[in-house]
Protein backbone atom coordinates (compact mmCIF):
# COMPACT_ATOMS: atom_id res chain seq x y z
CA UNK A 1 0.00 0.00 0.00
CA UNK A 2 2.92 2.60 1.08
CA UNK A 3 4.97 1.64 -2.15
CA UNK A 4 1.47 2.13 -4.81
CA UNK A 5 1.14 5.33 -2.46
CA UNK A 6 4.31 6.33 -2.95
CA UNK A 7 4.48 5.34 -7.00
CA UNK A 8 1.43 7.81 -7.31
CA UNK A 9 3.44 10.43 -5.79
CA UNK A 10 6.02 10.06 -8.16
CA UNK A 11 3.40 9.96 -11.33
CA UNK A 12 1.89 13.39 -9.81
CA UNK A 13 4.84 15.50 -9.69
CA UNK A 14 5.58 14.09 -12.82
CA UNK A 15 2.33 15.31 -14.20
CA UNK A 16 2.72 19.01 -12.12
CA UNK A 17 6.52 19.56 -13.53
CA UNK A 18 5.05 18.51 -17.17
CA UNK A 19 2.10 21.21 -16.94
CA UNK A 20 4.37 24.12 -15.28
CA UNK A 21 7.17 23.42 -18.14
CA UNK A 22 4.59 23.26 -20.35
CA UNK A 23 2.97 26.62 -19.32
CA UNK A 24 6.08 27.96 -19.09
CA UNK A 25 7.25 27.39 -22.40
CA UNK A 26 4.16 28.96 -24.00
CA UNK A 27 4.52 32.17 -21.91
CA UNK A 28 8.26 32.51 -23.28
CA UNK A 29 6.80 31.90 -26.70
CA UNK A 30 4.16 34.59 -26.70
CA UNK A 31 6.81 36.80 -24.99
CA UNK A 32 9.15 36.33 -27.74
CA UNK A 33 6.23 37.12 -29.93
CA UNK A 34 4.99 40.53 -28.69
CA UNK A 35 8.44 41.83 -28.44
CA UNK A 36 8.76 41.89 -32.04
CA UNK A 37 8.66 45.48 -32.86
CA UNK A 38 6.95 44.94 -36.70
CA UNK A 39 4.27 43.37 -36.14
CA UNK A 40 1.29 45.30 -36.41
CA UNK A 41 -0.28 48.31 -38.56
CA UNK A 42 1.66 51.19 -40.04
CA UNK A 43 1.51 54.13 -41.62
CA UNK A 44 3.35 54.03 -44.39
CA UNK A 45 4.91 56.75 -46.65
CA UNK A 46 7.13 56.46 -49.43
CA UNK A 47 9.03 59.63 -51.54
CA UNK A 48 10.05 58.76 -54.71
CA UNK A 49 10.96 60.85 -57.91
CA UNK A 50 7.18 60.26 -58.81
CA UNK A 51 6.39 62.11 -55.77
CA UNK A 52 4.82 60.90 -52.07
CA UNK A 53 2.35 58.36 -51.77
CA UNK A 54 0.60 57.23 -48.37
CA UNK A 55 -0.58 54.04 -48.03
CA UNK A 56 -0.86 51.05 -44.63
CA UNK A 57 1.33 48.72 -44.19
CA UNK A 58 0.79 45.31 -42.15
CA UNK A 59 3.06 42.54 -40.73
CA UNK A 60 2.39 39.55 -39.52
CA UNK A 61 4.05 36.81 -37.86
CA UNK A 62 3.37 33.26 -39.57
CA UNK A 63 4.96 30.20 -38.77
CA UNK A 64 8.02 32.25 -37.51
CA UNK A 65 8.62 34.09 -40.48
CA UNK A 66 7.20 37.87 -41.36
CA UNK A 67 4.84 38.73 -43.30
CA UNK A 68 3.75 42.20 -44.98
CA UNK A 69 1.24 43.29 -46.77
CA UNK A 70 -0.25 47.02 -48.47
CA UNK A 71 -3.32 48.50 -48.29
CA UNK A 72 -4.03 51.78 -50.63
CA UNK A 73 -6.81 52.82 -52.44
CA UNK A 74 -5.31 50.62 -55.58
CA UNK A 75 -6.31 47.73 -53.57
CA UNK A 76 -3.85 45.06 -51.16
CA UNK A 77 -0.84 43.66 -52.41
CA UNK A 78 1.58 41.06 -50.33
CA UNK A 79 5.18 41.88 -50.19
CA UNK A 80 7.93 39.66 -51.95
CA UNK A 81 9.58 39.29 -48.09
CA UNK A 82 10.32 41.44 -44.94
CA UNK A 83 12.99 40.44 -42.47
CA UNK A 84 13.85 41.90 -39.33
CA UNK A 85 17.62 41.45 -37.70
CA UNK A 86 18.09 43.36 -34.70
CA UNK A 87 16.81 47.08 -35.79
CA UNK A 88 17.61 47.00 -39.26
CA UNK A 89 14.24 45.98 -41.40
CA UNK A 90 13.94 45.42 -44.69
CA UNK A 91 10.59 44.88 -47.08
CA UNK A 92 10.96 43.65 -50.69
CA UNK A 93 7.86 44.53 -52.91
CA UNK A 94 7.25 43.66 -56.49
CA UNK A 95 5.00 46.14 -58.42
CA UNK A 96 4.06 47.23 -62.39
CA UNK A 97 5.57 50.26 -63.32
CA UNK A 98 4.67 51.35 -66.66
CA UNK A 99 3.54 47.78 -67.54
CA UNK A 100 7.05 45.73 -66.23
CA UNK A 101 7.67 44.59 -62.95
CA UNK A 102 9.76 46.57 -60.64
CA UNK A 103 11.62 45.79 -57.35
CA UNK A 104 10.81 47.88 -54.69
CA UNK A 105 13.55 47.48 -51.96
CA UNK A 106 12.78 49.24 -48.22
CA UNK A 107 16.26 49.30 -45.96
CA UNK A 108 16.22 51.28 -42.73
CA UNK A 109 16.09 51.08 -38.98
CA UNK A 110 12.84 50.38 -36.78
CA UNK A 111 11.91 51.53 -33.06
CA UNK A 112 8.70 50.55 -31.14
CA UNK A 113 6.63 53.41 -32.59
CA UNK A 114 8.62 54.11 -35.54
CA UNK A 115 10.65 52.70 -38.46
CA UNK A 116 12.01 54.23 -41.87
CA UNK A 117 15.05 54.65 -43.97
CA UNK A 118 16.25 54.61 -47.75
CA UNK A 119 14.11 53.13 -50.67
CA UNK A 120 15.47 51.82 -53.56
CA UNK A 121 13.46 51.62 -57.02
CA UNK A 122 14.40 48.80 -58.96
CA UNK A 123 18.08 50.63 -59.51
CA UNK A 124 16.78 53.16 -61.21
CA UNK A 125 15.75 55.81 -58.79
CA UNK A 126 16.03 56.21 -54.86
CA UNK A 127 13.99 57.57 -52.16
CA UNK A 128 12.89 57.44 -48.39
CA UNK A 129 10.45 56.08 -46.44
CA UNK A 130 8.99 55.60 -42.77
CA UNK A 131 6.15 54.70 -40.98
CA UNK A 132 4.31 55.32 -37.90
CA UNK A 133 2.45 52.48 -36.22
CA UNK A 134 -1.20 52.95 -35.82
CA UNK A 135 -2.79 53.06 -32.52
Do not use: C
Amino acid sequence: MLRFAIQESIIMLTAVRVVLASFVLVLFASTLHAQNPAVGTWDLTTISPEGEFKSTLVIREEGGQLKAFGKSAQGERAYDSASLEGSNITLVVTISYNGSPMVITYRGKIDKTKMGGEADYGGLATGTWSATAQK
